[in-house]
């Protein structure tokens, strides 16, 4: 139930993406974020905004921890949508979380990955990437590499 407590406080953020997925694109691009993460539900969870200001926009991020399943729940919603997207749930083993969900992109099925990784008491790394295949082969499309402000 303590995977996420890292996270607690806030953080600057410098971001990679890819800016067009799955048409085998190497443009990324580049813009910065700051974020903060606080714990809800007692630590049985916490919530997290990040401010995208040189795109004008924020996320918010909200994981829970399922005491019976022994996982995690993550769920991400955008200012630019206002739409609470499909959950991706997953544990942390060996340092490192895989968190799997179900999704759409432009109407159609795909899957999602998000791995955290890297993690140290003053930086962290997120990567999000998707197939549409199944998971036979993954796309890497959002990298984030969080410093302790």
Same mark, same amino acid.
Not at 91 to 118: E, L, N, V
């Given at each position: 139930?303590?995977?996420?407590? *890292? &996270?607690?406080? !806030? +953080?600057? %953020?410098?971001?990679?993406? &890819?800016?067009?997925?799955?048409?085998?694109? /190497?443009? +990324? =691009?580049? *813009?910065?974020?700051? !974020?903060?993460? +606080? $714990?809800? &539900? /007692?630590? @049985?969870?916490?919530?997290? =905004?990040?401010?995208?200001?040189?795109?004008?926009?924020?996320?918010?991020? &909200?994981?829970? *921890?399922? %005491?019976?399943?022994?996982?995690?729940?993550?769920?991400?919603? #955008?200012?630019?949508?206002?739409?609470?997207?499909? $959950?991706?749930?997953?544990?942390?083993?060996?340092?490192?979380? /895989?968190?799997?969900?179900?999704?759409?992109?432009? @109407?159609? $099925?795909?899957?999602?990955?998000?791995?955290? !990784?890297?993690?140290?008491? #003053?930086?962290?790394?997120?990567?999000? =990437?998707? #197939?549409?295949? /199944?998971?036979?082969?993954?796309?890497?499309?959002?990298?984030?590499?969080?410093?302790?402000?």
């Amino acid at each position: 139930m303590n995977d996420f407590d *890292f &996270l607690i406080g !806030s +953080w600057n %953020v410098t971001n990679r993406r &890819l800016s067009t997925l799955f048409a085998g694109s /190497d443009q +990324w =691009e580049n *813009f910065a974020g700051t !974020s903060t993460c +606080w $714990p809800v &539900l /007692d630590g @049985g969870g916490n919530t997290e =905004e990040i401010v995208f200001e040189s795109l004008g926009s924020r996320g918010l991020t &909200l994981r829970l *921890f399922d %005491v019976e399943r022994k996982e995690w729940s993550i769920y991400w919603a #955008s200012s630019r949508t206002g739409l609470l997207y499909p $959950p991706v749930v997953g544990t942390f083993a060996d340092g490192r979380g /895989d968190f799997y969900g179900d999704d759409t992109h432009d @109407g159609k $099925p795909i899957k999602a990955h998000f791995i955290w !990784s890297d993690i140290t008491a #003053s930086s962290a790394r997120w990567e999000q =990437e998707f #197939s549409i295949d /199944d998971g036979r082969t993954w796309e890497s499309n959002w990298v984030m590499t969080y410093s302790r402000t």
